[in-house]
T-cell receptor, first 114, second 114 residues
Framework: DGGITQSPKYLFRKEGQNVTLSCEQN?????MYWYRQDPGQGLRLIYY???????QKGDIAEGYSVSREKKESFPLTVTSAQKNPTAFYLC?????????????FGPGTRLTVL | AQSVAQPEDQVNVAEGNPLTVKCTYS??????LFWYVQYPNRGLQFLLK??????LVKGSYGFEAEFNKSQTSFHLKKPSALVSDSALYFC????????????FGKGTSLLVTP
């Protein structure tokens, strides 16, 4: 999982609560990504950031928010507006923006709504 | 839209036999294709990528993939399967209009039996 950490590993949320998933990388990568994984659906892009203080919505951004105040950190907040948040969340980073470098993935956070 | 398809949910192979995990792509322009592997409750690990050049791409752990433009395919192969190769395999295509994020297939579960 090379240089990317995600915490917590497991997270339980009550309905109506906001929760924040942490993603940190020490690879000095410019670009960072958040994906959601559901069984049988592969991974879907939530948000991405190519540079500090800038980020863009992916395919399923509704009910999520992010920030990129530091190069090494890209936290994801799952808000109460996300109606079906139970899933496995994966953070990834790649060396630089503007090219097809391979992405390095963190170990993931499994979020369960109680 | 740039997309990939993995037509098999599961592939079963006996240890020592060759394995193939199939992937077809649909892209406009030049395809940028990747294979990743995921072990249970873990993040994804990069295996190989095709950007340009030789149609046969060699990657990690003895895997290789063959890019076939006429058949729009990028099948993952290994000459001799190991039990430890059992995992979930994802094909992905790079998205230049989404910060070079990846659009993943739904995944193929590979089971190698002793």
């Amino acid at each position: 999982d090379g240089g990317i950490t995600q915490s917590p590993k497991y997270l339980f949320r009550k309905e109506g609560q906001n929760v924040t998933l942490s993603c940190e990388q020490n690879l000095n990568h410019d670009a960072m990504y958040w994906y959601r994984q559901d069984p049988g659906q592969g991974l879907r892009l939530i948000y991405y950031s190519q540079i500090v203080n800038d980020f863009q919505k992916g395919d399923i951004a509704e009910g999520y928010s992010v920030s990129r105040e530091k190069k090494e950190s890209f936290p994801l907040t799952v808000t109460s507006a996300q109606k079906n948040p139970t899933a496995f969340y994966l953070c990834a980073s790649s060396l630089d923006r503007g090219s097809y470098n391979e992405q390095f993935f963190g170990p993931g956070t499994r979020l369960t709504v109680l | 839209a740039q997309s990939v398809a993995q037509p098999e949910d599961q592939v079963n192979v006996a240890e020592g036999n060759p394995l193939t995990v199939k992937c077809t792509y649909s892209v406009s322009g030049n395809p940028y294709l990747f294979w990743y592997v995921q072990y249970p409750n873990r993040g994804l690990q990069f295996l190989l990528k095709y950007i340009t050049g030789d149609n046969l791409v060699k990657g990690s752990y003895g895997f290789e993939a063959e890019f076939n433009k006429s058949q729009t395919s990028f099948h993952l192969k290994k000459p001799s399967a190991l039990v430890s190769d059992s995992a979930l395999y994802f094909c992905a295509v790079g998205l230049s209009n989404s910060g070079y994020a990846l659009n993943f297939g739904k995944g193929t579960s590979l089971l190698v039996t002793p």
